[in-house]
């Protein structure tokens, strides 16, 4: 189970086969939830508006199996809707207080963010002990350079995955289970 987002057993037409996952289309995919999640002032959506978007703005087709299966760092869905998890909703809000300059002392960012918002940065609930903690996990969206007092965050560009079209997935053939 903790490989299936990484390699998937298939019935291919020679038995059972061991074919690789094509992780550049996942993390495009991923990027492309976020950016569709991420815009939504709740960062919800329907599934089927979800499912709608995904096909007519990005062109690609997307399954609830993928969304629990590879993107559960990133998505929840529950019921009939698809949620971004709290995690991601908080380095949403960390991106609006960098604002237009896309970076900040880590030291201000607490204060900061508690200024924009009304209210503390969500370390605890999240399971966090420390501001610095907390970035390491959404090093998927915002990156920390340098070092004590002068560590900076910024929204990580290179974390945005290139949108050409995926690669074929590699295979291994299986033998025949006995």
């Keep these: 189970e903790l490989l299936q987002s990484w390699v998937r057993v298939v019935n291919g037409k020679e038995g059972k086969m061991v074919v690789t996952v094509d992780r550049g289309f996942i993390r495009t995919m991923a990027s492309n939830v976020r950016r569709l999640l991420v815009e939504q002032d709740e960062g919800h959506m329907d599934l089927g508006d979800f499912i709608e978007k995904m ?71 999240l399971g966090f002990d420390s501001v610095s903690e907390m970035l390491i996990a959404m090093n998927d969206t915002l990156s920390v350079r340098g070092r004590g007092i002068r560590k900076i965050v910024s929204v990580n560009k290179s974390a945005t995955p290139s949108l050409l079209s995926p690669s074929r997935p590699s295979s291994i053939l299986l033998p025949p289970l006995g």
């Design 55 to 125: 096909a007519t703005r990005f062109g690609s087709h997307i399954e609830v199996e993928m969304l629990t299966r590879d993107l559960s760092y990133l998505v929840e869905v529950k019921g009939d809707k698809v949620f971004l998890t709290a995690l991601q909703l908080c380095a949403r809000d960390i991106e609006v207080v960098l604002g237009d300059l896309g970076k900040l002392p880590v030291a201000e960012l607490e204060s900061q963010y508690e200024a924009k918002f009304g209210r503390e940065m969500p370390l605890e609930p």
